[in-house]
T-cell receptor, first 111, second 114 residues
């Protein structure tokens, strides 16, 4: 059974810092990996989708990498801002459409 | 496009009551799914559908029913509510074609069972 973990569980950084969030999964036979952002009391907003054949995706200040063989993904956030404060979730799909989620990393960016 | 919509936003039920959580999408997505989110447990898949008339169970299906009569709608029915079903419920959809399975989520329904 696929299991997804995220480290750290919570992170607090001063504004302007670059930071890395980590996601690990136990079964490397994944189809996709998707990073989401969730604000308190809200739904999930898709940030980046990495297909199994890709090694990274970029969107603005965000860069996500994928290493299937080691079962790891990282989300890099450059020049963090208070508006980046949220919970970040990663999810992996093993046959295309059903995702297994990690517990999330709660990020606080202090002004 | 409205994307994925869910109603109601909040609901309080008494043990044993039944209700239906509504989910609709206007993106012509074939794939739809329901998740529940509990503190410390992350999101867990309840049921999913790969197209109209086709549904299947996810990780935690007990106590829930689904049907998919149209591409747009995917309601989730609680048959006899229990306190263990207190949770936040999210509906999601994706195109399901080719290699792009990016999931889009609704805003959620916060359910309390007393």
């Amino acid at each position: 059974k696929q299991e997804v973990t995220q480290i750290p569980a919570a992170l607090s950084v001063p504004e302007g810092e670059n930071l890395v969030l980590n996601c690990s999964f136990t079964d490397s036979a994944i189809y996709n990996l998707q990073w989401f952002r969730q604000d308190p009391g809200k739904g999930l907003t898709s940030l980046l989708l990495i297909q199994s054949s890709q090694r990274e995706q970029t969107s603005g200040r965000l860069n996500a990498s994928l290493d299937k063989s080691s079962g790891r993904s990282t989300l890099y956030i450059a020049a963090s801002q208070p508006g980046d404060s949220a919970t970040y979730l990663c999810a992996v799909s093993d046959y295309g459409q059903n995702f297994v989620f990690g517990p999330g990393t709660r990020l606080s960016v202090l002004p | 496009n409205a994307g994925v919509t869910q109603t109601p936003k909040f609901q309080v039920l008494k043990t044993g009551q039944s209700m239906t959580l509504q989910c609709a999408q206007d993106m012509n997505h074939e794939y739809m799914s329901w998740y529940r989110q509990d503190p410390g447990m992350g999101l867990r898949l309840i049921h999913y559908s790969v197209g109209a008339g086709i549904t299947d169970q996810g990780e935690v299906p007990n106590g829930y029913n689904v049907s998919r009569s149209t591409t747009e709608d995917f309601p989730l029915r609680l048959l006899s509510a229990a306190p263990s079903q207190t949770s936040v419920y999210f509906c999601a959809s994706s195109y399901g074609g080719g290699s792009s399975y990016e999931q889009y989520f609704g805003p959620g329904t916060r359910l309390t069972v007393t």
